[in-house]
């Protein structure tokens, strides 16, 4: 996928004096109530910066000039840079960048039906995405794969990222030793050392915060590792109305950003200027069941509205792609196809779970994932300038038709045939004089053939030999540590 800018003006929901308000409740919030920080290291850097902390409740109190001081660290923009050069993702202004699926337990397919996800299908997923082309990062744990022991899981899937695809990766979310371990892998890929990423920063991690108002040891160590190293963290409360956050969007938008500027602050606070994003994720739930909700009119709000947010507080903005449906349906297009609009239009930066989500996170889906590259090709070619360049050739072409002809044999049609139209993945047009084999065939069924043809001529993009070489040895001298201290 090229490198993609939104030429448009963003679409804005709120009034100034209201994002002014929520800013300064979320500044509020953090001063007065404060975050639950369950790691000593990082209560430590908070108390030597001024904060307020009480060690037997682990909360921590933040001043607004803290906050405000370590916001103006924070770039406004930044690159993450790829092993295949012309990949480089460029992470502010006003570039549009997807990202996939991410985090779900489950992979599907109309072959295989739901079941749990393993390296297999966590090696599809990156083949597919990168042969379709889609996407401008990959993801880190795009499904997660359980037949692979726990503690030496993020190695394996580390390394699929390496062979597999040549772009941005990120890094498992949870835990240091794991930060530490992509820092290495990272490393090793791109020929350098692991301080010299920290001046040409490679990978992202994509972490949450225990909303409302906690974060755990795992996820702060991971967050602490990868600022320490000058890489991107991206951090995304989990703020869903009702349940992790108060019902109303304005009380949710005061938590997300609470919670987010406080632990971008974190981050300022162990290396300043290391690159940060602000993730937003809230939507509402069904009150009846409790379950997530998205691509609903709140969603779309929730998205609008921290974009905006984003924008007041000059930090890059993370949002998402999702959907609640549990099969790739009309339900499952349409939930997508609102959250992605409201991400473009909104101006978010990253734009996660924009190929292969599905029930509300449950699964990855490789027809989905089909699908899901129709409406991100389609916004690709939205987005590119139109051009006029050739009307006058255009005038003197309709000058050329006879009364009552047409413009299929015209030479204008005809030089510019292969370029003027954009072509899609899910429609067959030289098939659809046959019924039985095309038409009758839903998007869904006719995504799983474009799914199996994709996988079968993939071919991995150039890596070093000597590159993969000390990847494998890498992993496996770190399987044999991690096994050994388990």
């Given at each position: 996928m090229p490198r993609l800018a939104n030429r448009w003006a963003p679409l804005e929901i709120l009034s100034a004096e209201q994002v002014e308000r929520i800013v300064l409740a979320a500044l509020r919030i953090l001063e007065e109530a404060g975050l639950e920080i369950r790691s000593a290291a990082a209560r430590e850097v908070f108390r030597r910066a001024g904060a307020l902390v009480d060690e037997g409740t682990q909360m921590v109190r933040l001043g607004r000039e803290l906050i405000e001081a370590q916001l103006s660290h924070a770039p406004e923009r930044f690159v993450l840079h790829a092993r295949n050069a012309a990949r480089h993702l460029h992470v502010g202004d006003?570039?549009?960048?997807?990202?996939?699926?991410?985090?779900a337990p489950n992979i599907r397919d109309l072959e295989g039906g739901r079941r749990y996800g393993d390296m297999e299908a966590f090696r599809n997923i990156l083949k597919l995405t990168h042969a379709l082309g889609v996407l401008h990062w990959q993801g880190g744990i795009v499904v997660e794969p359980v037949d692979v022991p726990v503690a030496t899981r993020h190695l394996l899937t580390y390394q699929a990222h390496i062979e597999c695809s040549d772009i941005v990766w990120a890094a498992r979310g949870i835990g240091g030793v794991q930060a530490e371990d992509a820092l290495a892998m990272s490393a090793i890929e791109h020929g350098c050392s692991i301080e010299a990423?920290?001046?040409?920063?490679?990978?992202?991690?994509?972490?949450?915060?225990?909303?409302?108002?906690?974060?755990?040891?795992?996820?702060?160590?991971?967050?602490?590792?990868?600022?320490?190293?000058?890489?991107?963290?991206?951090?995304?409360?989990?703020?869903?109305?009702?349940?992790?956050?108060?019902?109303?969007?304005?009380?949710?938008?005061?938590?997300?950003?609470?919670?987010?500027?406080?632990?971008?602050?974190?981050?300022?606070?162990v290396r300043p200027g290391s690159p940060c994003v602000m993730g937003g994720f809230t939507s509402n739930v069904d009150m009846r069941t409790g379950s997530p909700a998205f691509g609903t009119p709140e969603y779309v709000h929730a998205v609008l509205a921290s974009a905006q947010l984003g924008r007041r507080l000059k930090l890059p903005v993370r949002t998402s792609a999702v959907n609640a449906s549990p099969m790739v349906d009309a339900q499952s297009t349409y939930e997508t196809a609102f959250s992605l609009q409201a991400a473009i239009l909104s101006h978010s930066?990253?734009?996660?779970?924009?190929?292969?989500?599905?029930?509300?996170?449950?699964?990855?889906?490789?027809?989905?994932?089909?699908?899901?590259?129709?409406?991100?090709?389609?916004?690709?070619?939205?987005?590119?300038?139109?051009?006029?360049?050739?009307?006058?050739?255009?005038?003197?072409?309709?000058?050329?038709?006879?009364?009552?002809?047409?413009?299929?044999?015209?030479?204008?049609?005809?030089?510019?045939?292969?370029?003027?139209?954009?072509?899609?993945l899910l429609s067959d047009w030289s098939n659809f004089e046959n019924w039985t084999d095309a038409g009758a065939r839903n998007a869904t069924e006719r995504a799983t053939g474009i799914w199996k043809k994709v996988l079968a001529e993939y071919t991995p993009p150039p890596l070093d030999p000597a590159v993969r070489e000390a990847i494998g040895a890498y992993v496996a001298r770190r399987t044999r540590e991690l096994d050994a201290a388990a």
């Open positions: 006003n570039i549009v960048n997807f990202g996939p699926v991410t985090g990423l920290a001046v040409r920063p490679t990978l992202m991690t994509v972490t949450n915060v225990n909303s409302p108002r906690r974060v755990d040891e795992e996820i702060l160590d991971n967050i602490m590792v990868m600022a320490r190293h000058g890489q991107c963290v991206v951090i995304t409360p989990f703020t869903l109305m009702g349940a992790m956050a108060p019902v109303t969007l304005a009380g949710a938008l005061v938590q997300q950003t609470a919670e987010a500027l406080g632990i971008i602050a974190l981050c300022q606070l930066h990253l734009i996660n779970h924009a190929a292969g989500w599905l029930e509300g996170g449950l699964s990855a889906s490789l027809e989905k994932i089909v699908v899901d590259a129709e409406l991100l090709r389609n916004w690709a070619e939205i987005l590119k300038p139109v051009s006029f360049s050739d009307d006058d050739l255009a005038v003197e072409a309709i000058k050329g038709i006879a009364a009552g002809g047409h413009f299929f044999g015209a030479a204008h049609t005809l030089a510019r045939y292969e370029s003027a139209f954009y072509r899609p």
